[in-house]
């Protein structure tokens, strides 16, 4: 096997975690991080690129002979980047670590997806959709539905299109945002209407070449703001492997009936998948069922996934992209790995950027994964919401936080926040 140029696309804590983890590979040459961060920038070359202006992408790769392209996010496989290669003599040889646009649809369109599980029979919430054209039947259901109401954008709304209505009313106004008043512009013109389930959730993680897969460590992250799982949604605020109730009963059930289905059910419908699917999850009495599928590794989940994953990840793309996953033996760190994140003050609303960060070379015991950072005059400063995970190896979870948490103190910046109770059902 040969050594690859690869092309990375993103510049969040997912990325800097890709860029740690192929930067390890003996078959990584050249690394390029496009747009990249200033904590991706040890492990390769930033690149100022756009992630859906394909033409651009097509020049460079081209220029610079890369071998292997990886997306990071959602955002460019839902566009269809791995279809603009196939379909390009020039690109075909290149490798893309992603799904057709139609395997996309999995995160694109949450009606796809909640279609696509009733096909195949794969366990998930009771659902309707509803648009324009059946607006007041989606009222009337509304009206008739137990408490509380899961209402979720069809299409991308950045992590923002989820809201739990805790009243009919509340519920109502949320429908109406959405539909009539387009909320999220065209990913809300159809709504998905859930049933709510009680249980606890966790992050599933395979990577698939079409007919095999190779199951990495699950995480699960903690989405809200405040501690005790408080306040507004966010891009992740943490997170945590191994997750102690995954044990092996229940991750057979997980595989039985959630991912050999899926896998299995887009070969059957011809949906070229190579690429990573993320299984959101929730354990409802022991038994699992699909909260959401995502086209992509999750963030902040890529940046304890990646420290416990021992293959070398090159090697396994390239066993993706040649249907060779059944002759790999994934092997997983034993240890703990977890991830404290560090954010802006006001996120997940406005918040500034540009603030001065100092203290890294205080950290020990952790791998620090850029997410919202750049640089100027040779500062690092914020440049996101979510600015730096923070991960550890422990022999459990309550020890590798302890690092973490230890580490948190010395990064600083004014307006710094972040959860204090990762992990807080375990640890």
């Known amino acids: 096997m040969k050594a690859y140029n690869i092309l990375l696309l993103g510049s969040g804590g997912r990325e800097c975690a890709f860029a740690w983890k192929l930067r390890q590979s003996k078959y990584c040459k050249e690394l390029f991080i496009a747009p990249g961060n200033a904590g991706t920038a040890q492990f390769g070359t930033n690149v100022n ?50 799904p057709s646009k139609q395997g ?22 009771g659902y309707r959709e509803f648009e324009e054209a059946n607006f007041e039947e989606g009222i009337e259901y509304l009206r008739q539905h137990s408490l509380p109401i899961v209402l979720k ?43 709510f389930l009680t249980g606890i959730e966790l992050s599933v993680f395979v990577l698939s070449d079409g007919t095999n897969y190779v199951l990495f460590p699950e995480a699960k992250d903690y989405k ?4 005790g799982d408080t306040g507004p949604n966010t891009g992740g605020m943490g997170a945590i492997s191994p997750v102690p109730f995954a044990d092996d009963v229940f991750m057979q059930k997980v595989k039985e009936q959630i991912i050999v289905s899926t ?27 699909v909260i959401e599928y995502n086209c992509r590794m999750g963030d902040p989940e890529t940046e304890v996934v990646m420290p416990r994953l021992q293959n070398d990840l090159v090697e396994l793309l390239t066993a993706m992209h040649e249907e060779t996953l059944d002759t790999i033996t994934v092997q997983h760190d034993e240890r703990a ?17 540009g603030k001065v960060m100092m203290g890294f070379e205080q950290v020990q015991d952790s791998i620090l994964f850029h997410a919202g950072t750049t640089t100027k005059d040779s500062n690092i400063l914020t440049n996101g919401g979510r600015v730096i995970a923070i ?26 926040y972040y959860r204090k109770d990762i992990g807080w059902e375990f640890s």
Not at 224 to 227: K, V, W, Y
Request: glycine content about 8%.
């Open 49 to 98: 690129l756009a992630v859906t202006d394909f033409e651009a992408i097509k020049a460079f790769c081209l220029e610079n002979h890369m071998d292997l392209l990886l997306p990071g996010g959602e955002d460019s496989l839902v566009s269809g980047i791995y279809d603009y290669f196939q379909h390009d003599k020039q690109l075909d040889h290149i490798i893309v670590a992603g």
């Open 104 to 125: 996309a649809q999995l995160e694109g369109s949450k009606a796809f997806a909640k279609q696509f599980m009733q096909r195949h029979n794969i366990p998930t919430a």
């Open 153 to 195: 954008a069809d299409g991308l709304a950045a992590g923002k299109g989820v809201v739990i209505a805790q009243t009919i009313e509340e519920a109502e106004e949320t429908f109406t945002r959405m539909i009539k008043q387009a909320q999220f512009g065209d990913a809300s013109k159809k709504v998905v209407v859930e049933e």
């Open 224 to 227: 809200r703001i405040g501690e």
């Open 263 to 289: 896998v299995n059910g887009l070969k059957q419908e011809s949906i070229t998948y190579k690429g990573f699917i993320f299984f959101g999850l929730i354990s409802v009495n022991g038994d699992p069922f």
């Open 337 to 353: 790995a977890c991830a404290v994140m560090l954010v802006s003050e006001g996120y997940p609303d406005s918040y500034e950027k």
């Open 391 to 416: 991960t550890s190896y422990g022999e459990n979870i309550k020890d590798a936080l302890a690092k973490s948490y230890a580490n948190a103190e010395h990064i600083l910046y004014e307006g710094k």
